[in-house]
């Protein structure tokens, strides 16, 4: 089964030279059933990442409810929603136990969201060793853009401008009650600990 997914993924892919790997991306393959063998998977704080993904949404839906309303079931008790999809996206662990239950831990690679912003060239080396690759990808090849708060790519000289993070990113994060945030971090926490004990790397959210 697993081979025949894998065959049908390649028949869409583009043609492929000798000494060339053709990759594909989408944020839903960690938390959904349907996806191939071997995942990089780019994890960040899962409160921040509620955050941006209801900021993502807001701005395309300005009535949208407010952040808490969303993430709590009951502001009186606190009671975190996990039906809520920028909440259980959030929840690494137990996405991970249900694909260990196929795939062994060596098929996935986990990149730091924040280290790849703080240290681009270092994250890009890991996924370059990962895939066998040379380490092609190094510091020349990055700068910090202080407008977007994000690394851009350099592009070879000559070439057209640098490539950045398009306008849906980086933008500023709604006021949250510090409360609700601190509800978050608490609900976190042990799925945290648990992912880090998972994946052999501590990503230190907490």
């Known amino acids: 089964m697993q081979k025949a997914a894998t065959l049908k993924l390649q028949s ?40 941006s993904d209801y900021t993502q949404t807001l701005s395309k839906n300005p009535g949208l409810p407010t952040f808490q309303s969303l993430a709590l079931k009951n502001a009186t008790t606190g009671l975190i929603d996990t039906t809520w999809s920028a ?14 239950q196929h795939f062994p831990p060596s ?34 090849h990055f700068y910090f853009n202080q407008t977007k708060g994000f690394p851009c790519l350099k592009k070879p000289e000559g070439s057209s401008r640098p490539r950045c993070l398009g306008k849906s990113k980086g933008r500023p994060h709604p006021q949250i009650p510090s409360e609700v945030l601190q509800r978050l971090r608490d609900f976190y926490r042990p799925f945290n600990h648990r992912f880090y004990q998972m994946s052999g790397q501590d990503f230190g959210w907490d």
Not at 17 to 45: C, H, N, W
Not at 118 to 134: C, H, I, N, T, Y
Request: hydrophobic share 45%; glycine share 6%; proline share 6%.
């Open 87 to 100: 909440v259980r996206i959030g929840l690494y662990a137990t996405h991970l136990e249900n694909w260990l």
């Open 12 to 51: 869409l892919m583009p043609r492929t030279l000798d000494g060339q790997i053709t990759m594909e991306k989408t944020p839903s393959y960690f938390v959904t059933k349907e996806a191939p063998a071997r995942l990089i998977v780019v994890v960040r704080d899962p409160v921040t990442r509620a955050v």
């Open 107 to 140: 098929h996935f690679l986990f990149v730091s969201g924040e280290r790849l912003v703080s240290d681009p060239a270092g994250e890009m080396g890991r996924v370059q060793d990962f895939l066998g690759l040379k380490r092609v990808v190094s510091d020349k």
